[in-house]
């Protein structure tokens, strides 16, 4: 006999994973347990996009800061790709990575000698 409701059981596989709010302070990005990347716009909670970008959990959001010149979001995921979009034209897709063998845990926008990278990181694995 289960205990748990099925609304409960659903809950812990669709919850929120990551959130990232938006270098402007107006959107506010976030990744679920399913893969769906969705941003909404803060003064009015509108939802902006809404978009099944991963095959698994979004494990990490990034927004490129204004000193890079791009306005870019990143979303990475335990499916080992890396989406990146504009924000400025839509949050449309610009670039998919995926050279990375495993999960995806963070991932930073870098900007050194006028250059922007993307910096990411998995998980070690174990001898």
């Known amino acids: ?12 596989k669709i919850g929120i994973r990551t959130v990232c709010v938006s270098p402007n302070g107006q959107h506010l990005a976030s990744g679920d347990r399913t893969g769906t990347l969705r941003v909404h716009e803060l003064q009015s909670l509108g939802e902006v996009l809404k978009v099944e970008a991963h095959e698994s959990e979004i494990l990490c959001l990034e927004y490129a800061k204004p000193e890079t010149g791009l306005n870019l979001l990143a979303s990475a995921s335990r499916d080992r790709l890396i989406h990146i979009l504009d924000a400025g034209k839509d949050y449309s897709l610009q670039q ?6 495993s999960s995806i845990t963070a991932v930073k926008f870098a900007d050194n000698d006028g250059k922007v990278r993307l910096i990411s990181c998995r998980p070690d694995r174990k001898s």
């Open 96 to 101: 998919t990575l995926d050279e990375h063998s």
């Open 1 to 12: 006999n289960n205990d748990k409701s099925d609304s409960q059981v659903l809950d812990t």
